[in-house]
């Protein structure tokens, strides 16, 4: 590269990765620098090889400062240890640098085939990716109960939401689907919903509709080509994605993007597949792909199209393809497919509709911790949660006796989420884990720090409470669900 060409480069850090991680590397880096593409790759570790070095994250400062200055990475796949280690070096690397959008789309490719082949699927998954049960925050409640926190916020909701619609609005596209299991989970799935139809109101121009995440999955399967864009919360996003993969091909077509404030990764959805490590064998394409929508990123609109046209010719023509789409037909490996590619560079298939591509407007969401302010706030009672291989009829009747005279009252005692005292709601197969609400006697009396710190005291000297949740109620809005069977 001429120093004049150095001085203008792209500089990206480029982490090639684990079991196929180099050879796709390798041959990504072989086609766009055939068609053009001027990058500096800063080349960086991160995964198995740190894991080994003793870096707990999987991720070295070095690689870490690189990104900070590029604040662009395309990643290979990364290993997982399992066994030592402890994190995922990928999720440490999105929570890192804040990249809470992952973008994966979905588009079918010429000459697949497949059961959906001919439909035309042309959609995109937007996963929200750092906040969920995700966050990792597990604990063993009793010996036989084990407790995920799904935690989802407002601010990351609403970052996300915004950040879909500004997706449709650099790609041209036309329709936003949120995809929830808000019907069930009305705070936290709930909480996405809301603030995405808030949303959509600033941006009318695109039509916006919300499904329940089991009919959207239904709805994929059935008529996949009605989607356009899909957004959803972590894991919902996570599953349905690679549905979605699925539909086009597998995992070795899918590319995905990882979007932040601070930095951008662009990765293959695909793991370090270690049954096909080192052989030659492996497809490409999803690093391929996901390398050029790191050039649309970068405004590289021409140099992209190149790319992808030649893949596209490469797929139609079929003498070149490797395995794992060859159907059949004699299979070629990595480096041949790659210069397979690379010959093509500059033809053009007519399979492939161009669409305009404006860069996307990243959303502008206050940092603020408190994101939501509210007027009126009051705590109206408390679920303690308490550890008993006892009878609901047994706690309920002695915590009723433990709270007499205070300024609290047990309201009812849910076990697995239903209602199994004063009234059971349903057949009563319970568990060592009962969650009990308490409520004033006075309702229009807000308990205070003393009454819960008393009710606590009188609950501790009989029964071992595990976790206890206030009641909020925010602008008189209660901020809890009820049990199944609750009144
Ligand atoms: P995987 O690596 O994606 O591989 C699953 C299988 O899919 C492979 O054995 C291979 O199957 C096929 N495959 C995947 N990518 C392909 C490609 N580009 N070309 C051709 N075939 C391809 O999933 P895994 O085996 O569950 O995970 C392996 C490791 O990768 C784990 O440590 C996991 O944690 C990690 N992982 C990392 C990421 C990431 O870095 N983003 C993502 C997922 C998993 P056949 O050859 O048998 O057909």
Redesign the pocket.
């Known amino acids: 590269m001429s120093d004049s060409a150095t001085a203008t480069a792209h500089k990206v850090t480029l982490i090639a990765?684990d079991?196929?991680g180099p050879e796709?590397a390798s041959a990504t880096k072989d086609i766009l620098a055939a068609a053009g593409a001027n990058i500096h790759w800063d080349e960086a570790v991160a995964g198995k090889q740190a894991f080994e070095g003793g870096i707990a994250s999987g991720v070295p400062q070095d690689t870490i400062d690189s990104i900070d200055a590029n604040r662009v990475a395309l990643?290979g796949?990364?290993?997982?240890p399992v066994g030592f280690g402890g994190k995922?070096a990928?999720v440490t690397l999105r929570k890192l640098f804040e990249m809470y959008g992952n973008i994966r789309p979905c588009k079918e490719l010429p000459n697949i085939g497949g059961p959906f082949a001919g439909r035309g699927i042309d959609l995109i998954v937007v996963r929200e990716n750092v906040e969920d049960v995700y966050a990792g925050i597990e604990h063993m409640q009793s010996p036989g109960v084990a407790q995920c926190l799904k935690l989802i916020s407002r601010k990351g909701c609403e970052k996300i939401s915004r950040l879909s619609f500004e997706l449709a609005r650099s790609l041209g596209r036309k329709r936003v689907t949120c995809a929830t299991k808000a019907n069930i989970m009305k705070k936290t799935e709930g909480l996405l919903k809301s603030t995405f139809e808030d949303v959509a109101k600033e941006f009318s121009e695109f039509t916006s509709d919300h499904i329940i995440i089991d009919n959207a999955c239904h709805q994929l399967v059935i008529r996949p080509e009605t989607f356009d864009i899909i957004v959803s919360t972590n894991m919902n996003g996570d599953i349905v994605s690679d549905l979605t993969s699925g539909l086009v091909g597998?995992?070795?077509l899918a590319p995905s993007m990882n979007l932040g404030d601070q930095a951008v990764m662009f990765?293959?959805?695909?793991?370090?597949?270690?049954?096909?490590a080192g052989q030659d064998?492996?497809?490409?394409t999803?690093l391929l792909l996901s390398s050029v929508m790191m050039l649309r990123h970068f405004g590289e609109f021409e140099t992209a199209d190149k790319i992808e046209h030649a893949l596209y010719v490469t797929l139609e023509e079929g003498k070149a393809l490797?395995?794992?789409i060859a159907r059949g037909r004699p299979a070629v490996g990595t480096k041949r497919f790659a210069e397979e590619i690379i010959a093509n560079l500059g033809k053009r298939s007519d399979k492939l509709v161009d669409r305009d591509y404006t860069p996307i407007n990243m959303p502008k969401v206050s940092s603020d911790l408190d994101f939501v302010k509210v007027n009126d706030r009051r705590d109206v009672g408390a679920d303690v949660f308490i550890e008993s291989g006892k009878m609901p009829d047994e706690v309920g009747k002695s915590l009723e006796q433990i709270v007499e005279g205070s300024k609290l009252k047990l309201k009812m005692i849910s076990n697995r989420g239903t209602q199994v005292y004063p009234v059971a709601a349903a057949a009563f197969d319970g568990v060592d884990h009962h969650r009990c609400r308490f409520v004033m006697n006075d309702k229009s009396q807000a308990m205070t720090e003393a009454d819960l710190l008393d009710l606590l005291q009188r609950v501790g000297q009989s029964w071992r409470w595990i976790h206890v949740e206030r009641l909020p109620e925010y602008n008189g809005e209660p901020g809890y669900t009820k049990a199944q069977g609750e009144d």
């Open positions: 990765g079991g196929v796709v990643k796949p990364l290993e997982t995922s990928n597998g995992l070795g990765e293959a959805v695909h793991g370090s597949a270690p049954d096909i064998k492996v497809n490409p999803a490797t395995g794992d």
